[in-house]
């Protein structure tokens, strides 16, 4: 079993930065692929980004550029670095975990209750 707490989250005028933070419980941290899914009002859950256990990272195209994900397994943590924001980033973001390196929702087994941002024009 995997515990995942979000923080970090707040309100943030756009161009500005925010870094969220996911602490994980579990011994087998750093065996599981982990990541960062946001979901807006009205919408989807849809992909941010996730990293690998050997550090391995995919973006979605959205956020390229302007989000680093980066994970520290002797913290058990995982964090989205995210610069650069803009009114459509608002949304609540969850992190996950999961035993595949994966884009799609249904790959993750283990999920944060979210951390929301909101990001002002």
């Known amino acids: 079993q995997v515990q995942l707490v979000e923080s970090g989250g707040g309100l943030v005028q756009a161009g500005g930065s925010l870094r969220l933070s996911c602490a994980a419980s579990g011994r087998t941290f750093s065996s599981y692929a982990l990541a960062w899914f946001r979901q807006g009002p009205g919408k989807e859950r849809e992909f941010v980004a996730t990293i690998s256990w050997s550090d391995g990272r995919t973006y979605a195209a959205y956020v390229k550029g302007r989000f680093t994900i980066s994970r520290d397994n002797a913290k058990n943590t995982v964090y989205l670095q995210m610069n650069s924001l803009k009114p459509e980033d608002t949304a609540v973001y969850y992190c996950?975990?999961?035993?595949?390196?994966?884009?799609?929702?249904?790959?993750?087994?283990?999920w944060g209750q979210g951390t929301q941002v909101t990001v002002s024009s």
């Open positions: 996950a975990a999961g035993s595949r390196y994966s884009a799609y929702v249904a790959e993750y087994d283990y």
